[in-house]
């Protein structure tokens, strides 16, 4: 179902795994870990081994956006889990 559904391409690719969708797994989850800090898409491009525009390309390819923009959604996706537990106020998690 889910290799089906409009963007099941990514799936499947990610499955089989070329050396570069690796890659891209290893910035994902470093973006994961890192989302609160600043990060230099030189920084990510070295811990890939890849230049800056190959980084770019590839990542756009796995995810349909920008490590930046992908790093802002998780930045995002973080303040509305904070908001929904009631836990801050919109001024507390927008910081």
């Known amino acids: 179902r889910l290799l089906t559904a409009p963007s099941g391409w990514r799936l499947a690719r990610s499955a089989t795994g070329s050396s570069h969708d690796r890659r891209m797994g290893r910035i994902i989850a470093v973006l994961r870990e890192r989302y609160r800090e600043t990060l230099r898409i030189a920084e990510l491009a070295q811990l890939a081994h890849m230049s800056e525009s ?5 990542f756009k390819a796995v995810t349909a956006m920008t490590p930046l923009q992908y790093q802002k959604r998780l930045r995002l996706l973080e303040a509305r889990r904070l ?5 801050v106020d919109a001024a507390t998690a927008a910081h």
């Open 83 to 87: 908001l929904m537990s009631g836990s």
């Open 54 to 58: 190959s980084l770019h390309q590839h």
